[in-house]
């Protein structure tokens, strides 16, 4: 007796099908999975067995082979219970019936519940475009499936429950599609609540307008911290496509909430500085997403960022310069997306004074260059926006006057994102940061004043392509918030200062 069933393997965030073929044929009792599965894989047989009995269904005492295919394709976790079940159902005529447009992804417990499992959104979106018209999936796994269209998603609580679906019983029901809430920012922590600091709060103005990296650096208690922790209030708001690909990642990590099952708020990851670089970067036997992947379409804030293991550091390069991370192992290599706002803070100094106006540095000159040493020039050079944040002044402090809500200035920022969505529509350009460099003379328009005073900035600073291209970008965004289509000089000027501080701190040019 023969049986095939559909479900969905998961290698990374690459969702690829998988047949679950199953063979039931008299012999020596035997129950074998063949198809290279992994050791959990394996012991779905434990738990199968156990699920059956618990549903009072008898095993077949009989030589029982399943084949996951295909077969040259490592299987691994334990998504594939529910399919192995049902095949094995299938080829003892349990369930008559075409099983062809079904799918199954769950895990089976041992009396027979059906558990959640991670990555059920990429293996749905799969399932939907191979052609599969419905997908049973673990109960609180049904929320995340159904924010695909074109499939209908039936969330199995047991065993019990399908069985009864198949055999003439009660139905289950097709979940209710989720709808996300029209808006996710979160205003718990206001820009209103920070006194002073314009420059500083200005440059994040700019940074989340066009998705451009950002560092701090300033002395203890200047602010650094609360600025970057109010930025996610500010950043414009996810466009449906960015919110698919962010829970895919959250989905596969086990991140997220089963209430809600589509990530809507930009993400907020702010790792401690002991962080590995597997932890940053993503690892592990079976690679798993890092940090970096995990704040994709959102913001990686680096508090104290001297304080990181600088070969960690060095692992940002690449991603912020290709927006992805690809890990390599011996039965696969990974890609996982990583198009992030890097925002980073740190003090000048180990004891945090050095270039304070008032209060004085213990600090020995070598010990502030081996401190500042730790950021390397081109992760530097990757930083759109070196932001000097000044100790606050006591008239700041004790001003009764109203700051600036983050309400408010999330309405500028808004409004200059439509703007770059509208540039760029038709291109897989998402914001200003992201412009390519064939794309950046046509997107970033110099009137003659700007035009002149770029050629001298760039003989008299020493500029890297690099930084001159990260300038255009910054001069494009400064342009936006203003309304303007033609970058001016004043724009230019703007960008330029927020080129300036590594020729303080770092003693060398951009």
């Not at 094995?88 to 089976?108: P, Y």
């Not at 990590?253 to 962080?275: M, N, Q, Y």
């Amino acid at each position: 007796m023969f049986s095939k069933i559909n479900t969905m393997g998961l290698f990374g965030l690459n969702a690829f099908s998988v047949d679950v073929e199953t063979d039931i044929s008299i012999g020596q009792p035997a129950f074998e999975i063949v198809g290279l599965p992994d050791m959990v894989v394996r012991e779905s047989r434990e738990r199968i067995k156990s699920a059956m009995r618990a549903g009072g269904i008898k095993f077949p005492n009989a030589r029982v082979m399943i084949n996951l295919a295909p077969a040259d394709t490592k299987k691994s976790g334990s998504v594939h219970d529910l399919a192995i079940f049902m095949g094995i159902l299938t080829a003892m005529n349990c369930i008559s019936g075409n099983l062809d447009d079904c799918c199954f992804i769950g895990e089976v417990s041992l009396n027979g519940n059906v558990r959640h499992v991670n990555g059920v959104l990429p293996m749905t979106l799969m399932a939907m475009k191979s052609g599969i018209k419905n997908i049973f999936v673990p109960f609180d796994n049904a929320f995340e499936a159904s924010v695909v269209d074109g499939i209908h998603v039936y969330g199995v609580k047991s065993i019990i429950d399908l069985i009864a679906h198949f055999s003439g019983g009660d139905k289950i029901k097709v979940s209710e599609k989720y709808t996300a809430p029209e808006s996710a920012n979160i205003d718990t922590l206001d820009f209103s609540d920070i006194k002073g600091q314009h420059t500083a709060k200005l440059a994040l103005e700019i940074a989340a307008a066009g998705g451009h990296n950002a560092l701090l650096i300033g002395s203890p208690g200047s602010g650094k911290s609360m600025l970057s922790k109010r930025l996610p209030g500010i950043l414009p708001l996810m466009t449906f496509e960015e919110s698919i690909e962010t829970t895919n990642i959250h989905s596969i990590s086990g991140l997220l909430d089963k209430d809600t099952p589509l990530v809507t708020a930009r993400p907020f990851r702010a790792p401690h500085h002991t962080i590995s670089s597997a932890g940053l970067a993503g690892g592990g036997t079976i690679p798993h997403p890092g940090e970096i992947s995990l704040a994709h379409n959102g913001l990686l804030f680096l508090d104290e960022l001297a304080e990181f293991d600088r070969k960690t550091l060095e692992i940002l390069r690449q991603p912020l310069e290709e927006q992805k991370v690809t890990i390599s192992r011996a039965n696969g290599t990974i890609t996982y997306p990583s198009s992030i706002m890097l925002v980073a803070a740190m003090n000048p100094c180990p004891c945090g004074f050095f270039g304070h106006p008032r209060k004085k540095c213990i600090c020995t000159q070598k010990q502030v260059s081996n401190y500042l040493s730790k950021i390397s020039g081109p992760l530097l050079d990757r930083l759109d926006l070196h932001v000097e944040v000044a100790p606050v002044e006591f008239e700041h402090l004790s001003s009764a006057a109203r700051e600036e809500a983050t309400s408010e200035i999330r309405k500028r920022v808004q409004a200059a994102r439509e703007i770059q969505i509208e540039r760029f529509k038709g291109t897989d350009i998402s914001c200003n940061a992201r412009i390519t460099p064939s794309k950046l003379h046509e997107f970033c328009p110099l009137d003659s004043d700007a035009n002149t005073f770029m050629s001298a900035v760039f003989d008299k600073m020493g500029l890297s392509a690099r930084a001159y291209d990260r300038i255009l970008k910054v001069s494009r965004t400064i342009a936006d918030l203003d309304g303007s289509d033609i970058i001016k000089k004043r724009h230019l000027s703007q960008a330029v200062q927020y080129r300036s501080l590594d020729r303080k701190y770092w003693n060398q040019g951009v």
